[in-house]
């Protein structure tokens, strides 16, 4: 918007010196985390008490988890919080008209309503284990992501036609082959509802989604800004993707705004972020790592919510099916719970073992 702003006043013979930083996508970056923040840091209470008004509070779960019982009543589907201060953070200070914007903005907004409907029902019926069927979820989930996959193989997607059915792999410098459309089309979709679920089911310890989230997006915020940037492009030898550096802004307001929302969901908890928020991450953080190719670096960069799916999936495929359990519980952060480790120390371990691996994925960019 304010760009738009700049332009009119430019047109009009009204042309500051200052008008130039907007040019500069750090510049950007930097202004739209601090609004998202500084949003939420100013009206992040009120919407908390809003939450609790309109009885959007948590049920809880009896053995879903240890101690879950202390925790009801309070406030859920804080992800709202997130969304409000992103959309406005990017409304000020992205570039509307950019398409890799308009699809990032677009799934983080959708996968937000489901998770919105899902907490809804979850209050309604008072219990976290019914909000909305599998199934449900599943198809809902689907609707966006099919479409997505065949309009990433479509002209009309920004980024380079010969990239678009490449497999990348980090440290790799050159693609290993071409999977081609229908191949790439199914693998977009497996990995896409991978990512979208793994950072759902991670969501359970007050701030566990928040720092893993952060350093994610950071680092694919990062790699989008390489990627938008002729000469750091052929410096680091990544293609050049025109226009991909303004995904690099829509990751700085969901930092600033995970930050402003980790002033109220550190332990002990004001607000629980719910699906509405891990969804929308989730969404946020798969589109991210399609448009700026670097989908399987995601087990490094945000390898937290693959080692926490990987948990679930093993306890419920394999250990089910042999009538034992693998693990004490799964995830595996609730092992670490009931092993009696507090929960502060386990969320602030795992924060530390997020960021060795989003150190390792950074380094792909030079170690190539």
């Given at each position: 918007?304010?760009?738009?702003?700049?332009?009119?006043?430019?047109?009009?013979?009204?042309d500051?010196?200052?008008?130039r930083?907007?040019d500069?996508?750090?510049?950007?970056?930097?202004?739209?985390?601090?609004?998202?923040?500084?949003?939420?840091?100013?009206?992040?209470?009120?919407?908390i008490?809003?939450?609790?008004?309109?009885?959007m509070?948590?049920?809880?779960?009896d053995f879903?988890?240890?101690?879950?019982?202390?925790?009801r009543?309070?406030?859920?589907?804080g992800?709202?919080?997130i969304?409000?201060?992103?959309?406005?953070?990017?409304?000020?200070?992205?570039?509307?008209?950019?398409?890799?914007?308009?699809?990032i903005?677009?799934?983080?907004?959708?996968?937000?309503?489901?998770?919105w409907?899902?907490?809804?029902?979850?209050?309604?019926?008072?219990?976290?284990?019914?909000?909305?069927?599998?199934?449900?979820?599943?198809?809902?989930?689907?609707?966006f992501?099919v479409?997505y996959?065949?309009?990433?193989?479509?002209?009309?997607?920004p980024?380079?036609?010969?990239?678009?059915?490449?497999v990348?792999?980090?440290?790799?410098?050159?693609?290993l082959?071409d999977?081609?459309?229908?191949?790439?089309g199914?693998?977009i979709?497996?990995?896409?509802?991978?990512?979208?679920?793994a950072?759902?089911?991670?969501?359970?310890?007050?701030?566990?989604?928040?720092?893993?989230?952060?350093?994610?997006?950071a680092?694919?915020?990062?790699?989008?800004?390489?990627?938008?940037?002729?000469?750091?492009?052929?410096?680091?030898?990544?293609?050049y993707?025109?226009?991909?550096?303004?995904?690099?802004?829509?990751?700085?307001?969901?930092?600033?705004a995970?930050?402003?929302?980790?002033?109220?969901?550190?332990?002990?908890?004001?607000v629980?972020m719910?699906?509405?928020?891990?969804?929308?991450?989730?969404?946020?953080?798969?589109?991210m790592?399609?448009?700026?190719?670097?989908?399987?670096?995601?087990?490094?960069?945000?390898?937290?919510?693959?080692?926490m799916?990987?948990?679930?999936?093993?306890?419920?495929?394999?250990?089910m099916?042999?009538g034992?359990?693998?693990?004490?519980?799964?995830?595996?952060?609730?092992?670490l719970?009931?092993?009696?480790i507090?929960?502060?120390?386990?969320?602030?371990?795992?924060w530390?073992?997020?960021?060795?691996?989003m150190?390792v994925?950074?380094?792909?960019i030079?170690?190539?």
């Open positions: 918007m304010i760009d738009i702003l700049v332009t009119i006043l430019q047109e009009s013979g009204v500051f010196g200052f008008f930083l907007l500069f996508i750090t510049f950007r970056v930097l202004l739209t985390a601090m609004t998202a923040l500084i949003f939420l840091l100013i009206f992040g209470h009120r919407i008490v809003e939450l609790y008004q309109k009885r509070r948590d049920t809880g779960s879903a988890a240890l101690d879950m019982r202390n925790k009543g309070t406030p859920t589907a992800g709202i919080m969304i409000f201060a992103v959309f406005i953070s990017v409304f000020l200070w992205g570039k509307l008209g950019n398409p890799y914007l308009q699809v903005l677009f799934s983080f907004l959708y996968f937000g309503l489901i998770g409907f899902d907490d809804a029902q979850k209050v309604r019926m008072k219990s976290s284990l019914f909000g909305l069927s599998q199934l449900a979820k599943t198809v809902l989930q689907l609707l992501i479409p996959a065949i309009w990433f193989i479509s002209p009309f997607n980024v380079p036609a010969i990239h678009h059915t490449e990348w792999l980090p440290f790799v410098k050159h693609p082959f999977a081609g459309p229908i191949l790439f199914a693998f979709i497996f990995v896409f509802f991978s990512i979208l679920n950072v759902n089911i991670t969501d359970g310890l007050d701030g566990l989604v928040t720092g893993p989230s952060i350093l994610a997006v680092a694919y915020g990062i790699f989008a800004y390489i990627l938008g940037n002729t000469v750091l492009s052929g410096y680091f030898l990544f293609p993707f025109a226009g991909c550096g303004e995904l690099s802004v829509f990751a700085g307001g969901l930092v600033g995970l930050f402003g929302f980790l002033w109220y969901n550190a332990y002990p908890a004001e629980f719910g699906d509405t928020g891990s969804l929308a991450i989730g969404g946020a953080l798969a589109v790592a399609f448009q700026t190719r670097q989908e399987m670096l995601f087990p490094l960069a945000g390898g937290m919510f693959v080692v799916i990987f948990s679930s999936l093993v306890q419920e495929k394999i250990g099916r042999l034992r359990r693998i693990l004490i519980r799964a995830p595996i952060h609730h092992s719970r009931y092993r009696g507090a929960e502060p120390k386990v969320v602030t371990r795992l530390i073992i997020s960021t060795l691996m150190l994925a950074l380094l792909s030079k170690l190539r």
